[in-house]
């Protein structure tokens, strides 16, 4: 089994519609996160997590929100979706060590339209 | 604002080719990583470089880190179509208790039979 899961694996909407992308790992760290990849930008950081109760906005959190509703589990909501938010989402996680290497899920291709 | 830039975006190569993927930066990074990403599938790390003027081997696949710390260079030597995908350079920044990566614009390598 994957060790960072992540769905849907691929979701179309509506401009205004709320939906929420669902991350959940078995690697036993305490922190995650949620980028969005877009062609010619690299992965940008929207917020990330060290624990349950300390959640983070990143480089693009506008228009996002989050949600670790337990230490294996980070969710994404777009409370009101619109179509520059068309991407793919990646969570990853990683552990508090010196190299922190982040492990990433297989991602979400969203489409708004 | 992009703080990594990846060159060249695209390669398209023949099988037993070299090859080297540039990832420039003007901000200093404690570390340095690289990522091969496939289609359907995030990004997975490759190597991790730590000091200036460091190279790491990893097979067919040479990567240097800046003697400054600003860039990186990862070298492909006799490349084979198991190697196409995204590459991504990724640059550590170390806040408190925080490692934040900055992610290069990404470099598409095809290599061809």
């Known amino acids: 089994d994957a060790d960072v899961t992540q769905t849907p694996r691929n979701r179309i909407t509506k401009t205004g519609k709320r939906i929420m992308l669902e991350c959940s790992q078995t690697k036993g760290h305490d922190r995650m996160y949620w980028y969005r990849q877009d062609p010619g930008l690299g992965l940008q950081l929207i917020y990330y997590?060290?624990?349950?109760?300390?959640?983070n906005k990143g480089e693009i959190s506008d228009g996002y929100s989050v949600s670790r509703q337990a230490q294996a589990k980070f969710s994404l909501s777009l409370e009101s979706a619109i179509p520059n938010q068309t991407a793919l989402y990646f969570c990853?996680?990683?552990?508090?060590?010196?190299?922190?290497?982040?492990?990433f899920g297989p991602g979400t291709r969203l489409l708004v339209l | 604002t992009q703080l990594l830039e990846q060159s060249p975006q695209f390669l398209s190569i023949q099988e037993g080719e070299n090859l080297t993927v540039y990832c420039n930066s003007s901000s200093v990074f404690s570390s340095l990583q690289w990522y091969r990403q496939e289609p359907g599938e995030g990004p997975v790390l490759l190597v991790t470089?730590?000091?200036?003027?460091e190279v790491k081997k990893l097979k067919r696949l040479t990567f240097q880190f800046g003697d400054a710390r600003k860039d990186s260079s990862l070298h492909i030597t006799a490349a084979q179509p198991g190697d196409t995908g995204l590459y991504l350079c990724?640059?550590?920044?170390?806040?408190?208790?925080?490692?934040?990566?900055?992610f290069g614009t990404g470099t598409r390598l095809l290599v061809s039979p």
């Open positions: 990724a640059g550590a920044r170390r806040n408190t208790g925080f490692q934040k990566l900055v």
């Open positions: 997590s060290f624990d349950v109760k300390d959640i």
């Open positions: 990853a996680t990683s552990d508090s060590g010196h190299q922190e290497t982040q492990y």
């Open positions: 470089v730590v000091t200036g003027g």
